[in-house]
């Protein structure tokens, strides 16, 4: 059975603090690992990652992916309050012609003042 | 373009009825994916239809069911509801082609009582 995990649990820090997330993984047939961000509502697509060793890059936020480690990592610097929220990993995975999406359970990050 | 839509937002039922949620994807868009979502499982995996045809399917029950219509506008059925399905249903959109990152809708809040 695919399995992905994220570490920590939950999170709190203060503002302007750097933040690292983990995502581990034991899935067959990797295509992708993404990097969600869900607040209130819907998930919203922060990063797709696909070769190992590349860093995905927007504004404070960063991503790379490990294949060798089967793992990835999601950086946040100069945190602020707007960057509550809860961060989920999801791996892509191949049956066939057929893919889902195996998530992590999240990692709670609160940014405080 | 508008995002992903699903109705109804919020829902109680009782043990033992049926539901049905609605799902429209994204314009474009011909894959649409069904995740449950609760505190202690985190998003886990229903299934994906593509081009009317269910594509892949999580390890839920033969109670929760799905369709998808010739539009790629998408419904999800959970017959003899229980408790334990109480959770938040989220749909998500993507072109179809492997390797898209998946678009989320706003979610139904669907309680059991």
């Known amino acids: 059975e695919d399995k992905v995990v994220q570490s920590p649990l939950s999170l709190v820090v203060h503002e302007g603090d750097t933040v690292t997330l983990n995502c581990s993984y034991e899935?067959?047939?990797?295509?992708?690992l993404l990097w969600y961000k869900q607040e209130k509502k819907a998930p919203t697509f922060l990063f797709m990652l696909t070769s190992s060793g590349i860093e995905k890059k927007s504004g404070r936020l960063s991503s790379i992916l490990d294949k060798k480690e089967l793992s990835s990592i999601l950086n946040i610097t100069a945190t602020q309050t707007g960057d509550s929220a809860i961060y989920l990993c999801?791996?892509?995975?191949?049956?066939?012609?057929?893919?889902?999406?195996?998530f992590g359970t999240g990692t709670r990050l609160q940014v405080t003042l | 373009k508008a995002g992903v839509t699903q109705t109804p937002r919020y829902l109680i039922k009782t043990r033992g009825q049926q539901v049905t949620l609605s799902c429209s994807p994204i314009?474009?868009?011909?894959?649409v994916s069904w995740y449950q979502q609760t505190p202690g499982q985190g998003l886990q995996f229903l299934f994906e239809y593509f081009s009317e045809t269910q594509r892949n399917k999580g390890n839920f029950p033969g109670r929760f069911s799905g369709r998808q219509f010739s539009n790629s506008r998408s419904e999800m059925n959970v017959s003899t509801l229980e408790l334990g399905d109480s959770a938040l249903y989220l749909c998500?959109?993507?072109?179809?082609?492997?390797?898209?990152?998946?678009?989320f809708g706003p979610g139904t809040r669907l309680t059991v009582l």
């Open positions: 314009s474009g868009h011909r894959s």
């Open positions: 998500a959109s993507s072109p179809g082609n492997h390797g898209n990152e998946q678009f």
């Open positions: 899935v067959t047939n990797f295509r992708s």
């Open positions: 999801a791996v892509e995975t191949m049956a066939g012609t057929a893919s889902k999406l195996t």
